[in-house]
């Protein structure tokens, strides 16, 4: 287990520098940091002893908490310096208690990004179907998405940043992400010139990937605290990603 802790931060160094479809990912990744916000994820921790809790939701309550471990650490020392021992110890968990859920630290990372990458679909779905008659869905869509990335500054994080190359799993769920995301603003215009049926281009899951980039850019460099201030350009980038063809 431990090979294959440095064969994942080995391959990360090894890495190419863009995401799906040419995206430039994040590269601001300071060598260490943390949340001043952060809570650790041990203060989750069901009492010691015996207790009257059924087992499937202790069970559930110690998968939660390795899963926000992992991001956090993610967040803080990146994939490389990331290992099943530093998990274990955030989540307040032992490691065989790791291993009761899941087989390796790889399946770990891909649990907690697919856990990252549900939670921001979810937010960006209520939005698009809460608007307003009237309201730029778009818009609404980009404000609840800044507002999900500042309650989860390490999950909106771990969503822009570059994923190592021995993780491929990591990669095709971002693909898998972005166009989701393309497809839900895409049919929130529910325009006639745009065929919703019809699956997002690449240009369009370009220009999602870019934001869920400037997102995490910015979370690497104030850990959430002025998300607010790329509502402007968030909102413009995703119009652009999802408005329907000028019509000559």
């Not at 570059?162 to 393309?182: F, R």
Request: glycine letters at 10%; proline letters at 5%.
């Amino acid at each position: 287990m431990a090979e294959r802790e440095r064969e994942i931060g080995s391959e990360q160094g090894r890495g190419g520098g863009r995401g799906a479809f040419g995206a430039r990912t994040s590269t601001s990744v300071p060598e260490s940091r943390t949340l001043r916000s952060s809570s650790p994820f041990a203060a989750y921790r069901l009492p010691a002893g015996r207790s009257s809790i059924p087992r499937e939701l202790a069970a559930e309550n110690q998968r939660w908490r390795m899963l926000g471990a992992t991001a956090l650490i993610l967040f803080e020392e990146g994939y490389a310096h990331t290992t099943v021992a530093k998990v274990a110890g955030c989540a307040g968990v032992s490691r065989k208690t790791f291993y009761e859920h899941f087989d390796d630290l790889a399946g770990c990372m891909l649990a907690t990004y697919e856990m990252a990458a549900g939670s921001l679909l979810d937010a960006v779905q209520a939005a698009c179907e809460e608007a307003e008659e009237g309201e730029d869905p778009v818009a609404v869509a980009a404000r609840r998405g800044l507002e999900f990335a500042a309650a989860e500054p390490t999950l909106a994080y771990l969503l822009g940043v570059e994923t190592p190359v021995g993780l491929p799993a990591l990669a095709a769920q971002w693909e898998k992400l972005i166009a989701k995301l393309a497809s839900l603003l895409a049919l929130a215009w529910e325009t006639e010139a745009q065929d919703p049926s019809e699956l997002p281009s690449i240009g369009q899951r370009a220009m999602v990937g870019a934001a869920l980039v400037l997102v995490a850019d910015q979370i690497g460099r104030d850990g959430g605290d002025d998300l607010d201030v790329l509502e402007p350009s968030l909102t413009a980038l995703l119009g652009r990603a999802t408005a329907p063809p000028a019509i000559a």
